[in-house]
T-cell receptor, first 109, second 113 residues
Framework: GQNIDQPTEMTATEGAIVQINCTYQ??????LFWYQQHAGEAPTFLSY??LDGLEEKGRFSSFLSRSKGYSYLLLKELQMKDSASYLCAAADSNYQLIWGAGTKLIIKP | NAGVTQTPKFRVLKTGQSMTLLCAQD?????MYWYRQDPGMGLRLIHY???????AKGEVPDGYNVSRLKKQNFLLGLESAAPSQTSVYFC????????????FGEGSRLTVL
């Protein structure tokens, strides 16, 4: 079957670094997406990885290992506004997205 | 530029009632999707469309119907609402690139009593 696993909740301190992990199993693979979703709002796109390695975009970076079925989202210099849920989604052989349940990130002062 | 707009934002229904959710996008996107989001679960695809006049079933299509008569609009219908359909519904659109990002509407919170 197809499955995405990510931690339910994480807590970090303002100004620190946090890594949110995601493991996936899909029928075929056409890339890994990360989205951010603030409470009561729509998901918004953060990153897309299809090749192994690290993609950096400002304070946010995303890593992919296709051989391990593993990705992580790295958030640096955490700010209170980064408190949100982070959704991992993998595209299968038909480019349909399989979504994880999301990781709720709580930032403490 | 409004992006993706969903109406209504909130609705309360009684079991057995019908309703339609409207999604409109102004980005000339080919692909449109309807998802539901429930606590503790990932987004689940209900139906999707790869272009005007086309629709296809997603992961959880039972109890829902859709239509894409115009490229910019994607309608989601509930013919006979059930309490299990209480959820937050998101519409999303995407351009023609297979790996393109999804643009989501603000969501529609539906409660079925």
């Amino acid at each position: 079957g197809q499955n995405i696993d990510q931690p339910t909740e994480m807590t970090a301190t303002e100004g620190a670094i946090v890594q949110i992990n995601c493991t996936y199993q899909t029928s075929g693979f056409n890339g890994l997406f990360w989205y951010q979703q603030h409470a009561g709002e729509a998901p918004t796109f953060l990153s897309y990885n299809v090749l192994d390695g690290l993609e950096e975009k400002g304070r946010f970076s995303s890593f992919l290992s296709r051989s391990k079925g593993y990705s992580y989202l790295l958030l640096k210099e955490l700010q209170m506004k980064d408190s949100a849920s982070y959704l991992c989604a993998a595209a299968d052989s038909n480019y349909q997205l399989i979504w994880g349940a999301g990781t709720k990130l709580i930032i403490k002062p | 530029n409004a992006g993706v707009t969903q109406t209504p934002k909130f609705r309360v229904l009684k079991t057995g009632q019908s309703m339609t959710l409207l999604c409109a996008q102004d980005m000339n996107h080919e692909y449109m999707y309807w998802y539901r989001q429930d606590p503790g679960m990932g987004l689940r695809l209900i139906h999707y469309s790869v272009g005007e006049g086309t629709t296809a079933k997603g992961e959880v299509p039972d109890g829902y119907n859709v239509s894409r008569l115009k490229k910019q609009n994607f309608l989601l219908g509930l013919e006979s609402a059930a309490p299990s359909q209480t959820s937050v519904y998101f519409c999303a659109s995407k351009g023609t690139g297979e790996s393109g990002e999804l643009f989501f509407g603000e969501g529609s919170r539906l409660t079925v009593l």
